[in-house]
């Protein structure tokens, strides 16, 4: 209850310095939306920067993940092949 009781008191003084100091208001105004503007911009450039680095980096990835599929069929291959060499020296021991 006192919370309500508070915003309401808080919100008509509001609104009759809005109307007591109105001119003081949008000079305020008019000083602060060039600035928000201007931080808003540069966040927004700073998060599209960051994003695309990200992609970059992602396609990097993809293209160290395919030379990785290559490689494992090549290591394959040559596990394969000296399988076979440890089989053929084990038949010559014997």
Do not use: R
Not at 63 to 87: T, V
Request: proline residues 1%; aromatic residues 8%.
């Amino acid at each position: 209850m006192k919370t309500l009781i508070g915003g309401s008191v808080a919100a008509v003084l509001g609104l009759i310095g809005l109307t007591v100091w109105f001119t003081a208001f949008l000079q305020l105004l008019a000083g602060a939306i060039p600035i928000m503007l201007l931080l808003g911009g540069g966040l927004a450039i700073y998060l599209g920067f960051d994003e695309l680095k990200d992609n970059w980096k992602k396609g990097d990835d993809d293209e160290d993940i395919a030379q990785s599929a290559d490689d494992s069929g090549k290591y394959k291959q040559e596990i394969e092949d000296l399988k076979k060499e440890i089989e053929t020296l084990k038949t010559d021991q014997a």
